[in-house]
């Protein structure tokens, strides 16, 4: 090119006069190097700039989103961080209105936690607990099912709803939840209780004995489930061990006047 003809590299290494000696190795790198950048075809170098703007802004485009995903992620862990904290604090405020008796302000703090958590478990069986000590079997009822259905290997919220449906007198309903809760644990006297006794109530009266004769069996001292023995051994025709039961009941608790007034 004219450019790279009028080089003053160019004139000295066409005259083999001038030509650089030997030794002269970083003039003749250099003279080499002028030589190739001044030939560089324009439109090629046009084409590798614009590449290289191009890759210039992919590049930064690509850092732009990685900025603004991490920004969003750590937004996001902060606000559930935040919902967290929000969530155990009205929990807490809430039992200790409970604890104080003020059960309206209770169930507006176990709100709030539902509201922050509706898959609470927790939260839903505290509301209900506030519902049944305020004499409200309904709104006790709705919580206590969606707190066993949110946990379905809980025990305390199938206990809880049992006692409700109990005291609904909806017997047959509050003997299914019982038994759907010894199914996840039967170790416990109190249980097999209560099913005895909303089963005698349904008028199941050999659904009623079996139910109490597992709960003496884990507790022999439980006077209340020999007292229930007896009403339903009395049902049943069975008056000789219905007496029998009644004593039993009437030994280890004086003070059962029930079981005396048999």
């Not at 084409?47 to 750590?74: N, P, W």
């Not at 707190?147 to 109990?166: F, I, K």
């Amino acid at each position: 090119s004219a450019n790279a003809a009028s080089s003053p590299c160019a004139q000295r290494w066409t005259s083999a006069a001038s030509r650089p000696p030997i030794s002269d190795h970083s003039t003749t790198r250099a003279c080499f190097t002028e030589i190739i950048v001044l030939n560089i075809d324009p439109g090629r170098a046009r084409k590798f700039h614009a590449g290289a703007t191009i890759g210039g802004v992919k590049r930064a485009l690509i850092l732009m989103a990685v900025l603004a995903v991490s920004a969003v992620g750590g937004a996001v862990v902060y606000q559930s961080a935040a919902r967290e904290r929000d969530y155990r604090r009205l929990l807490a405020h809430g039992d200790a209105a409970l604890a104080n008796g003020q059960t309206f302000g209770a169930i507006e703090d176990f709100s709030g936690a539902i509201a922050l958590r509706p898959d609470s478990m927790l939260a839903h069986l505290r509301r209900g607990e506030t519902y049944m000590v305020r004499g409200d079997l309904d709104g006790a009822s709705r919580d206590f099912r969606t707190a066993a259905s949110l946990d379905p290997t809980a025990t305390r919220p199938l206990d809880q709803w049992g006692e409700v449906l109990y005291r609904q007198q909806r017997f047959r309903r509050a003997a299914e939840t019982y038994e759907s809760r010894l199914r996840l644990d039967d170790r416990s006297a109190t249980p097999h209780y209560r099913l005895g006794l909303t089963r005698y109530r349904e008028g199941n009266f050999d659904g009623a004995v079996s139910a109490l004769e597992d709960a003496v069996r884990l507790d022999p001292r439980l006077a209340e489930a020999h007292y229930v023995i007896g009403l339903s051994r009395r049902e049943q025709g069975r008056l000789g061990d219905a007496q029998a039961a009644f004593e039993r009941a009437i030994t280890l608790a004086p003070g059962l006047l029930a079981a005396r007034e048999e």
